[in-house]
Nanobody
Framework: QVQLVESGGGLVQAGGSLRLSCAAS????????MGWYRQASGKQRELVAG???????SYADSVKGRFTISADNAKNMVYLQMNSLKPEDKGVYYC??????????WGQGTQVTVSS
């Protein structure tokens, strides 16, 4: 089992920045992919950014150049630095972990609100 706890959400003005953190615990050694998803009200959950164990990253087109995902393996932490935030970035952001056994884990989510 893997437990994920997000933090760092909040209210920010358009153009501002937030840094989300995800603390992972449990069977960390089985994890090979981690990512951040978001879900806006009335919409499906979508992948925002992902990072694999080798360090390669990927981003949704809508956040490229503004968001950066990173990992601190020594601390079992994954971060999402969000810059130049837009009102359409509003939503609940979830940390996700996927194991090499194809098990998937989710955090409880953290709310991000961007005012225009």
């Amino acid at each position: 089992q893997v437990q994920l706890v997000e933090s760092g959400g909040g209210l920010v003005q358009a153009g501002g920045s937030l840094r989300l953190s995800c603390a992972a615990s449990g069977s960390i050694s089985s994890i090979n992919v981690m990512g951040w998803y978001r879900q806006a009200s009335g919409k499906q959950r979508e992948l925002v950014a992902g990072i694999i164990s080798g360090g390669s990253t990927s981003y949704a087109d809508s956040v490229k150049g503004r968001f950066t995902i990173s990992a601190d393996n020594a601390k079992n932490m994954v971060y999402l630095q969000m810059n130049s935030l837009k009102p359409e970035d509003k939503g609940v952001y979830y940390c996700n972990a996927r194991s090499r056994f194809l098990h998937e884990y989710w955090g409880q989510g953290t709310q991000v609100t961007v005012s225009s």
